[in-house]
């Protein structure tokens, strides 16, 4: 690594013009060189190195050595072109495929730099160095396709495909202009589609990846820009050589054009994916549909019998491939394949689930409430996408046709006004009926929610009671049920292990007490724990404590209230210390209220000692 990154430093400011011969496409002939930079001694000794290493016995050298070169970009690449050439041509597969790599990783970060500077050059630069070495290593690529070894032919098919990915991450067509010579897809579809009854299932598997990296129907029509960079207009001896001959860059696209087979359109490309659907291996199966979903609506819509039978496959990897190429169709597509798309909501894999759920979103009103059953039952799914995307769905629709299926709301009625709010809290977890004017909830309209409940908000409206069915709802982590008109809050929510918060405030509470609730959760629950132990009902005693100065009449009023009429005491009755008595304060033993009194002594020997 450091040998390596000296040798770009070197590289970089030594750069000066320099010639050389063509050797990588294995035709052997010589051609003009560009001004271009030049590696310095150094570095050029270092890339030989790593050319040679391509050769060692151990693979892993191979690997690193290929990715070390590759990663040195077009100056390494120009260097290197004979050694590399003959590389490309060993008689050990191994080293063939190691090359290979080195052209799959130095191609995809040329083109990446290329399309990044917006497909300028400057001229003598590492962008110019690049795209040469792009065209002279590019017929050796392409007959990698076809090598006699597997391995090989997989790293060239990926090579492939990463080229077209990046020449279509940079906004550039199918027939693109660098150096004068014209990367057309069209070339290179009838190379790779010959792949697809390759013996090795690795390599129909790289095939339709680059297949779909190509997307072969996108060409059909398009012809080659007349704004050519004039930097790279200049690169003309580096044209491909055709038939054995270095020709200029014009001719050879000429040739090219004149050579070059019609461009086949998405569908009949799509057609020719079919087969490889009902592949004996799994891999490609599922490579072929994603193939098919770079293809665009048109070819998926062509083929949709023949993705949909994949849904019902046993492996998930292949029922979300076919998913996601129907999410490429059109919606009259979806819709006349929506009943084997909504089979997929039973579906074991949560993925899966969410992905049909995805498509179902983008029915037509009238498809979708043909569905309304299906999609109902996802409403109580333990994926929270799930609860989502059905919530989603059917709030679409109107309560009237949803209310049927879905418990939560028919306990309302068609003409419920909350249905939106209800069917978010199947996805949210959360219920907002706050500043409603509800007098009371009906019957069975928390219970449905029990399992994906955690806040429920009742504030600001006319409630004398909480439902019964609150207690059901065991993930319930918030109550608030402030400015209502309630006297009781029940003892059930007790044992509701997940409430962490009850907000009450501004009612009339009775039982418990409004100071325990404030003091939260704990105090509520250790009082209707006390009280489960000792017994409970309303107590009808309390204390009654009279404090004041001495002399100012306190036994006086203890004794009027006790006769019912004024009674003071005399000066030789005032109180000593403490007096004890009862009151009795209501009309009938049912209702009236025992008061124990407490009478003070306000002399100074009475009063408590100040404070140090």
Not at 197 to 208: E, H, N, W
Not at 311 to 335: F, I, K, N
Request: charged share 20%.
């Amino acid at each position: 690594a450091q040998a390596q990154a000296q040798a770009q430093a070197q590289a970089q400011a030594q750069a000066q013009a320099q010639g050389g011969t063509d050797e990588c496409s294995g035709r052997g002939q010589a051609s003009p060189r560009e001004p271009a930079r030049e590696l310095s001694a150094s570095a050029a000794a270092a890339a030989g190195s790593l050319v040679r290493r391509l050769e060692d016995v151990s693979p892993l050298v191979r690997s690193e050595a290929s990715k070390a070169l590759g990663g040195w970009g077009g100056a390494a690449l120009v260097e290197c072109e004979a050694a590399l050439g003959e590389q490309l041509r060993h008689a050990s597969g191994s080293v063939r495929c190691a090359a290979t790599a080195v052209l799959s990783v130095a191609l995809s970060g040329a083109l990446s730099s290329w399309g990044a500077d917006g497909g300028r050059c400057v001229d003598g630069g590492e962008c110019a160095l690049a795209v040469r070495a792009v065209y002279a290593h590019l017929p050796c690529l392409e007959l990698r396709c076809d090598d006699s070894d597997g391995a090989v032919r997989v790293v060239a098919l990926e090579a492939l495909g990463r080229l077209h990915a990046v020449l279509a991450a940079s906004g550039t067509s199918g027939h693109v202009l660098l150096a004068d010579h014209v990367i057309d897809s069209t070339n290179h579809v009838p190379l790779v589609m010959r792949r697809l009854s390759d013996p090795s299932s690795a390599v129909r598997c790289a095939a339709l990846r680059a297949l779909g990296k190509m997307r072969p129907g996108m060409w059909e029509g398009s012809e080659p820009s007349a704004a050519v960079d004039p930097v790279l207009s200049r690169c003309e001896p580096f044209a491909a050589p055709v038939d054995g001959a270095c020709v200029p860059p014009a001719a050879a696209s000429a040739a090219a054009a004149a050579s070059a087979p019609a461009a086949a359109s998405a569908v009949a490309s799509a057609l020719l994916l079919l087969p490889s659907l009902d592949d004996a291996e799994l891999p490609v199966r599922k490579a072929a549909l994603e193939a098919l979903a770079t293809l665009g609506c048109g070819a998926v819509a062509k083929c949709a019998p023949s993705i949909v039978l994949r849904l019902a496959c046993d492996s998930v990897g292949l029922r979300l491939a076919a998913l996601e190429a129907l999410a490429v169709a059109d919606v009259p597509t979806l819709s006349q394949h929506a009943r084997p798309i909504a089979l997929r909501l039973a579906d074991a894999d949560a993925d899966v689930r969410a992905a049909a759920l995805g498509l179902l979103l983008r029915l037509e009103r009238a498809a979708l409430r043909r569905l309304v059953l299906p999609v109902s039952r996802a409403l109580l799914d333990t994926d929270g996408r799930v609860r989502s995307s059905a919530a989603a769905a059917l709030s679409r629709l109107d309560v009237a046709d949803v209310a049927p299926a879905v418990p939560a709301l028919a306990v309302w009625g068609p003409a419920c006004a909350f249905g939106g709010r209800i069917l978010d809290a199947f996805s949210l977890g959360q219920l907002d009926l706050s500043r409603a004017r509800l007098a009371q909830l009906p019957d069975g309209a928390l219970a449905a929610l029990c399992g994906h409940l955690r806040l429920l908000n009742l504030q600001d409206n006319l409630l004398t009671q909480l439902p019964d069915d609150v207690s059901t709802l065991l993930e319930l982590e918030t109550l608030r049920v402030g400015g209502n008109m309630l006297t009781e809050l029940p003892g059930s929510l007790c044992l509701l292990p997940r409430l962490r918060s009850v907000r009450a405030a501004d009612n009339p509470l009775l039982m418990p007490p409004a100071s325990v609730v404030e003091r939260g959760m704990t105090a509520l629950r250790r009082f209707y724990t006390d009280l489960s132990r000792v017994g409970g009902g309303l107590c009808r005693s309390a204390k009654l404590v009279l404090l004041g100065d001495g002399e100012a009449g306190k036994t006086s009023l203890l004794r009027g209230l006790q006769r019912g009429a004024p009674s003071p005491a005399r000066r030789d009755e005032r109180t000593i210390q403490l007096d004890l008595s009862s009151l009795s304060v209501g009309e009938g033993a049912a209702s009236a209220v025992k008061l124990s009194c407490w009478d003070l002594g306000g002399q100074p020997a009475c009063e408590p000692p100040p404070p140090p």
